[in-house]
Structures are given as C-alpha cells and as structure tokens.
C-alpha cells in the first residue's frame, strides 16, 4: 500500500538536478507536489515536462528571502489544501571555488543565506501545516558536510549547518514532525538541468569503478530515500542523517 498517494509535498530547488529527481518521483507515487524555485525559466519547463504525471504546481521564491518563503508555503496550501512534506533541496555553491582569503562577505552571505537560511526559512512557515498533517521535513545535506576539498568554505559551512539544523529541529518538533537528512556524494545530475544549460556527461568505467557500490549515483537513489523517510515506514526514525554516496566517504585513498 502506497500511503504517500495525495499527500502534498513542497521541494525546494525542484526545478533541476536532485530536486527534479525528487519531484519526478513524488508524483510517480501519486503526490501533489509544488516547485519552489528561484529560476523561473527551469521551473516553467518542468512544469510543462511533469505536469502529465500529476498534480504540480510552481512557485517562483528565493528561499533566503522570508516574505518569499512564507508566500511560497502559503500558496502551497491554497493549491493543496496542505502540506505533508518539506524537502530542503535549494542551495548553491561558492563561486569559482574562492580561496578563502579571497572570499568576498558578500558571495559568503548568498551560499549561507540560499542553503542554510533557507532551510530555516522554509521549515518556519512549513512547521504549522506539518504539524496538523504528522508529516516530514528532509533536508539535504552532502557528503562535503563531513570532508571537503579546498577552497569550498561557504558551501561545506552550510552542509555542517544543515546537519545541525536537522537534529535541533527534530527535538524541537519532537512527537510532532519528524525531521532527517540525506547527504548525497556523486549523483550525475547533467541531464536534469534546463535545457538552455543542459550538458552531456559521459560517466568513464573508472568514474564509476571508483565507488564501492560500482557505480556513480543517480536522482533516483537520493528520491528512493527522500520517499522512504517521509513515509510510515520511517515512523521510528527522526533526527538522523542518512549518507547516500556508494560508500566513497568510508574509502581510504593513498596518492
């Protein structure tokens, strides 16, 4: 039995990449689900790609902004009537990858305010709706929360933030809301992105061959979790963060 079927769910960044991965499945599982995107053009043109599968609306917001937050959930309830579920996706990266003595506050500022205020922003206005429906809140971290490569301060400051902000929200809400997290590694992505910046990617047998699953991750492995964790099945589980990356953060590697 399928007990996600009519249940709304809002996914934020849900117009490319992870986020339209997730979008596509929620509807295959027969749930309403509103885009909340900052990109316009990338929203449309999901719009018209996966409105055959279901109930979808979209919401133009930037998630860092609050009063755009608040109208994004607010009209997800006068579509749907509710909200079940709240899936944090949106978030940029530095730009350039900027060493860090070179980073400008105000480049520092956007990546926090998009990844971190941003799911602070969206759980706030969500949490009432939540509430009456015993829904869920997932939000997506990444394997840079626990390792990193250089010049990536902002980015890995934010994915660490948003580890914490899941297991503070989970006590806070405790009984209530469930609240968990999924930090993805390698997921190839290239085709979910808009036309006008879609590229093709040819993934090498060593690309894949690197991880110890054997291969490199699809939008479908973090949905599959997305999904399970905002279903009854997850009941017991609240607080936690779930690494979906082929095993690459448990491989050691010698150069």
Not at 140 to 162: D, L
Not at 220 to 230: H, Q, T, Y
């Amino acid at each position: 039995m399928n007990d996600l079927k009519d249940k709304v769910a809002l996914v934020t960044g849900g117009a490319q990449g992870i986020g339209k991965g997730i979008t596509k499945h929620f509807l295959g599982l027969g749930m309403k689900v509103v885009i909340v995107d900052i990109d316009d053009e990338a929203g449309q043109e999901t719009l018209e790609e996966f409105n055959r599968l279901g109930e979808l609306k979209f919401v133009r917001t930037d998630v860092s902004n609050e009063a755009d937050a608040e109208n994004a959930v607010g009209k997800a309830v006068e579509y749907f009537g509710g909200i079940y579920a709240l899936i944090n996706n949106a978030g940029i990266a530095n730009p350039g990858s900027t060493p860090p003595e070179e980073l400008k506050l105000e480049s520092w500022n956007r990546v926090i305010g998009v990844n971190l205020t941003g799911s602070f922003l969206m759980a706030k206005f969500a949490i009432p709706h939540l509430k009456k429906s015993k829904g869920a809140i997932v939000n997506i971290s990444s394997t840079r929360s626990i390792q990193s490569e250089p010049n990536t301060e902002a980015y890995a400051a934010t994915k660490g933030g948003i580890l914490a902000l899941t297991h503070a929200l989970a006590l806070s809400l405790g009984g209530k809301v469930r609240v968990n997290c999924i930090s993805p590694g390698w997921i190839e992505v290239s085709w979910m992105r808009k036309s006008s910046k879609r590229k093709s990617y040819s993934l090498t047998q060593t690309d894949h061959e690197q991880h110890p699953a054997g291969r490199v991750g699809k939008a479908e492995d973090i949905a599959e979790m997305a999904a399970f964790l905002i279903s009854e099945k997850a009941g017991f589980i609240t607080a936690q963060n779930f690494v979906v990356d082929g095993g690459m953060t448990k491989k050691m590697i010698y150069v």
